[in-house]
């Protein structure tokens, strides 16, 4: 266990696998109560299994049905209020030409990898008490700073997202609220790297010069989380965390 973390309430989205999956592993071994949330009910009873401790919570939700935001967050304070912060760790990727970039796969990156986030935190902050601290991490890209190409609907997405959670780390501080983002490269998740042999893909990065370090391991991921969600975190809002894993900014 980790002081700071034990007795305290998490909710992390995206749970189902990937840096999500890691970061509840990781707070569950730290002694936190974890509130899951995922679109693949087996699979978040498969990170449910990973976890340590008992009185967890796990939940089917889809961030691409907006109105649902509200729904879940329902459950999620009738399981443990107050809570004491949100890993954001949902997302959507995949590349495609503008000629494939259509609105509605403008929207659904939109929808999951910002609106939803900025509707999460509408739901809690408007139930939760001004001097009840709560800490939230968003999980961001350096696609945000348009180093790739076929990534325009992702890359807006995530900068977008940084954009909300800077502005909003702003406004939500006098509530006791800090909004802080960890930008990643490649990380070795199945969206990552869209279902190819992660060898193959990850000798590629190397290869290439692109990401020399290779893929970043999803518990380097939550570990960073971790540290902003729990006391090291505390002076600390409004900011990013890079892991470029070699790549050149």
Known sequence: MSAGFEGKAFLVTGASSGIGRAVAVGLSRRGAKVALSGRDQEALAATLAQMEGAGHLSLRADLCDIEGVEGLVDKVLAWR??????????GIAGRAR???TGPR?????MTVNCFAFV?????IVRRKKKTQPLSVVAI???????????????????AALEAAAKSLAVELLPR?????LVRCAFVDTPMATGGDALGDFEAQ?????????????PAVVADAVARLLGPEGA????????INAGVAG
Do not use: F
């Open 119 to 123: 509707e999460l935190l509408r739901q």
């Open 176 to 180: 006791h609220v800090r909004i802080n």
């Open 140 to 158: 961001s890209s350096l696609a945000a700073l348009g180093h790739d190409r076929y990534l325009s609907a992702y890359a807006a997405s995530k």
């Open 81 to 90: 209020e107050p809570l004491d912060g949100v890993a954001y760790c949902a």
């Open 205 to 217: 990065l190397k290869e290439s010069g692109y990401q020399p370090l290779g893929l970043i391991p």
């Open 105 to 109: 796969m403008l929207l659904e990156r």
């Open 98 to 100: 503008l000629r494939d």
């Open 235 to 242: 002076w600390s809002t409004g900011q990013v965390t890079t």
